[in-house]
T-cell receptor, first 113, second 117 residues
């Protein structure tokens, strides 16, 4: 089983739609969770952290379900500029006393007019 | 604040040749990471440095890949000899400390796109 699993998509949605991405992780000891955004041929950039209580940043809402080891990202009122790949990222545990982040393969979103 | 600098941006080499990539992290960042991202996949950690020491190189193919961060600042990643399957984007990232990545994630450089032919 992969450490972080995502539906690769693509999700093709019209402008203004609401779209949700899901992610599951295998390490129950993971403590930190993030969503990164990666545009075509660019580096990944941090979109938002995911907190146990859930958190919202404008049109973006992230949720964490520790019992099911499941993370979600909801995008409301999709914009053309939201077209990108969304990477689910999980703290992969401690190696040599240091944390490392494990990346999923990403979910591709295409927003069309 | 200047970001993570990487060079070169692109590199095309023949298989069995050698290649080196360079990374300069954000000033003051103690932790430096090299990731490999193959097309269609997420980034995979190759090696993690804390200052000039290696803390995780469990997924580094040590028969052909090597990395160093001699003065605890910039870093080089080398492949010798390259194989076709090494074609990927090599991303460098840094964070103020290994514990802060726990809370704040990483900042990535723009990457080096390697094509092995």
């Amino acid at each position: 089983r992969k450490e972080v699993e995502q539906d690769p998509g693509p999700f093709n949605v019209p402008e203004g739609a609401t779209v949700a991405f899901n992610c599951t992780y295998s390490n129950s000891a993971s403590q930190s969770f993030f969503w990164y955004r990666q545009d075509c041929r660019k580096e990944p950039k941090l979109l938002m952290s995911v907190y146990s209580s859930g958190n919202e940043d404008g049109r973006f809402t992230a949720q964490l379900n520790r019992a099911s080891q499941y993370i979600s990202l909801l995008i409301r009122d999709s914009k053309l500029s939201d077209s990108a790949t969304y990477l689910c990222v999980v703290n992969g545990g401690v190696s040599g006393g240091y944390n490392k982040l494990i990346f999923g393969a990403g979910t591709r979103l295409a927003v069309h007019p | 604040e200047a970001g993570v600098a990487q060079s070169p941006r692109y590199k095309i080499i023949e298989k069995r040749q050698s290649v080196a990539f360079w990374c300069n992290p954000i000033s003051g960042h103690a932790t430096l990471y090299w990731y490999q991202q193959i097309l269609g996949q997420g980034p995979k950690l190759l090696i993690q440095f804390q200052n000039n020491g290696v803390v995780d190189d469990s997924q580094l193919p040590k028969d052909r890949f090597s990395a160093e961060r001699l003065k605890g600042v910039d870093s080089t990643l080398k492949i010798q000899p390259a194989k076709l399957e090494d074609s990927a984007v090599y991303l460098c990232a840094s964070s103020p400390g290994a514990d802060t990545s726990h809370n704040y994630g990483y900042t990535f450089g723009s990457g080096t796109r390697l094509t092995v032919v």
